[in-house]
Protein backbone atom coordinates (compact mmCIF):
# COMPACT_ATOMS: atom_id res chain seq x y z
CA UNK A 1 0.00 0.00 0.00
CA UNK A 2 1.02 3.21 -1.07
CA UNK A 3 -0.32 7.00 -0.42
CA UNK A 4 1.23 9.58 -2.25
CA UNK A 5 0.45 13.35 -0.97
CA UNK A 6 1.17 16.39 -2.75
CA UNK A 7 -0.70 20.03 -3.05
CA UNK A 8 1.64 21.74 -0.17
CA UNK A 9 2.98 24.96 -0.56
CA UNK A 10 3.51 28.70 0.60
CA UNK A 11 0.14 31.26 0.88
CA UNK A 12 -0.60 34.30 2.51
CA UNK A 13 -2.99 34.18 5.21
CA UNK A 14 -6.88 34.33 4.02
CA UNK A 15 -5.67 31.98 1.20
CA UNK A 16 -6.72 28.63 0.16
CA UNK A 17 -4.66 25.34 -0.83
CA UNK A 18 -5.47 21.80 -1.47
CA UNK A 19 -3.83 18.88 -0.84
CA UNK A 20 -4.49 15.71 -2.38
CA UNK A 21 -3.57 11.90 -1.28
CA UNK A 22 -3.31 9.01 -3.47
CA UNK A 23 -4.02 5.68 -2.25
CA UNK A 24 -2.31 2.89 -4.55
CA UNK A 25 -2.48 -1.27 -3.42
CA UNK A 26 -3.76 -4.55 -4.82
CA UNK A 27 -6.83 -5.87 -3.49
CA UNK A 28 -7.24 -3.01 -0.75
CA UNK A 29 -10.20 -2.05 1.12
CA UNK A 30 -9.98 1.57 2.16
CA UNK A 31 -12.44 2.19 5.31
CA UNK A 32 -11.37 5.39 6.45
CA UNK A 33 -8.89 8.16 4.88
CA UNK A 34 -7.78 11.25 6.51
CA UNK A 35 -5.15 14.33 7.34
CA UNK A 36 -3.15 14.83 10.30
CA UNK A 37 -0.52 17.69 10.66
CA UNK A 38 2.54 17.81 12.97
CA UNK A 39 4.15 21.16 14.39
CA UNK A 40 7.66 21.19 15.33
CA UNK A 41 8.48 19.13 18.26
CA UNK A 42 5.39 18.24 18.48
CA UNK A 43 3.01 14.81 17.77
CA UNK A 44 0.71 14.63 15.09
CA UNK A 45 -2.83 16.27 15.40
CA UNK A 46 -5.30 14.87 13.45
CA UNK A 47 -6.59 17.60 11.20
CA UNK A 48 -9.88 15.93 9.25
CA UNK A 49 -11.31 12.30 8.67
CA UNK A 50 -13.82 10.73 6.36
CA UNK A 51 -15.43 7.08 6.26
CA UNK A 52 -16.16 4.81 3.75
CA UNK A 53 -19.87 5.63 4.19
CA UNK A 54 -19.10 9.67 3.70
CA UNK A 55 -19.06 10.65 7.64
CA UNK A 56 -16.89 12.84 8.52
CA UNK A 57 -15.19 14.66 11.25
CA UNK A 58 -12.89 17.99 11.95
CA UNK A 59 -10.77 18.85 14.60
CA UNK A 60 -12.50 22.06 16.04
CA UNK A 61 -9.25 24.41 14.85
CA UNK A 62 -10.26 23.99 11.37
CA UNK A 63 -14.09 23.33 11.19
CA UNK A 64 -15.66 25.45 9.14
CA UNK A 65 -12.66 26.52 7.16
CA UNK A 66 -11.35 22.79 5.85
CA UNK A 67 -13.23 20.21 3.70
CA UNK A 68 -12.00 16.64 3.31
CA UNK A 69 -13.43 15.10 0.49
CA UNK A 70 -12.50 11.79 -1.41
CA UNK A 71 -12.86 10.29 -5.10
CA UNK A 72 -13.37 6.89 -4.30
CA UNK A 73 -12.76 5.62 -8.25
CA UNK A 74 -9.72 7.50 -8.21
CA UNK A 75 -8.68 6.00 -4.67
CA UNK A 76 -7.98 10.23 -3.84
CA UNK A 77 -8.62 12.19 -0.46
CA UNK A 78 -8.38 15.50 -0.63
CA UNK A 79 -8.25 18.72 2.11
CA UNK A 80 -9.87 21.92 0.97
CA UNK A 81 -8.18 24.85 2.92
CA UNK A 82 -9.48 27.62 3.02
CA UNK A 83 -9.35 31.07 4.62
CA UNK A 84 -5.42 29.94 6.24
CA UNK A 85 -4.14 31.25 9.05
CA UNK A 86 -0.40 31.19 10.27
CA UNK A 87 -1.32 28.63 12.86
CA UNK A 88 -1.78 26.28 9.88
CA UNK A 89 1.58 25.89 9.33
CA UNK A 90 2.80 22.69 9.65
CA UNK A 91 3.38 19.22 8.00
CA UNK A 92 0.47 17.39 6.60
CA UNK A 93 0.27 14.00 6.68
CA UNK A 94 -2.71 11.63 4.93
CA UNK A 95 -3.55 8.47 5.88
CA UNK A 96 -5.36 5.53 5.70
CA UNK A 97 -7.41 2.73 7.26
CA UNK A 98 -6.95 -0.21 4.86
CA UNK A 99 -8.76 -3.67 5.23
CA UNK A 100 -7.25 -6.91 4.10
CA UNK A 101 -8.03 -10.52 4.90
CA UNK A 102 -5.22 -10.33 7.65
CA UNK A 103 -7.50 -7.24 8.81
CA UNK A 104 -6.87 -3.56 8.93
CA UNK A 105 -3.99 -1.52 9.56
CA UNK A 106 -3.40 2.65 9.01
CA UNK A 107 -0.97 3.49 6.36
CA UNK A 108 0.71 6.79 6.07
CA UNK A 109 2.34 9.24 3.20
CA UNK A 110 4.68 11.70 3.29
CA UNK A 111 4.75 14.63 4.90
CA UNK A 112 3.86 17.82 2.98
CA UNK A 113 4.66 20.94 4.07
CA UNK A 114 2.62 23.82 4.20
CA UNK A 115 3.12 27.40 5.04
CA UNK A 116 1.00 30.27 6.03
CA UNK A 117 3.12 33.22 5.88
CA UNK A 118 3.12 36.50 4.35
Known amino acids: VQLQASGGGLVQPGGSLRLSCAVSGNRISINATGWYRQYPGKPRDLVAV???????NYAPSVKGRFTISRDVGKNTVYLEMDSLKPEDTAVYYC?????????????WGQGTQVTVSS
Open 50 to 56: ILSGGPT
Open 95 to 107: TALIGSAQGSSWY
